[in-house]
């Protein structure tokens, strides 16, 4: 069994920075990739930036120059540092994880979803 939980979601203004935090746990073998997907109502979900057990790291235009993807691999937890942040940046961010279990299997996990509000 594995969890993926995120954290450090909020109501920031324009401008403003916010962390957010994810970590996976249970019998985990290692990790392939991690990373952060938004999803607005109505819309479909769309990758934010990603991050391999290699550090190679991937990004959406809109977000290059302002989000910083990261990873620490001994806690298998995965940062997504947003810095000037904008309106358009409101939405429900979630949390994807490419795991393999200590069964050697490949799945995919999906976190909970945590809120980001960015007031204008």
């Known amino acids: 069994q594995v969890q993926v939980v995120e954290s450090g979601g909020g109501l920031v203004q324009a401008g403003g920075s916010l962390r957010l935090s994810c970590a996976a746990s249970?019998?985990?073998?290692?990790?392939?990739?991690m990373g952060w997907y938004r999803q607005a109502p109505g819309k479909q979900r769309e990758l934010v930036a990603s991050?391999?057990?290699?550090?190679?790291?991937n990004y959406a235009d809109s977000v290059k120059g302002r989000f910083t993807i990261s990873r620490d691999n001994a806690k298998n937890t995965v940062y997504l540092q947003m810095n000037s942040l904008k309106p358009e940046d409101t939405n429900v961010y979630y949390c994807?994880?490419?795991?393999?279990?200590?069964?050697?299997?490949?799945?995919?996990?999906w976190g909970q979803g945590t809120q980001v509000t960015v007031s204008s």
């Open positions: 994807n994880a490419i795991i393999v279990s200590d069964s050697r299997y490949k799945y995919q996990y």
């Open positions: 991050i391999t057990g290699g550090g190679s790291t």
């Open positions: 249970g019998r985990i073998y290692s990790i392939e990739s």
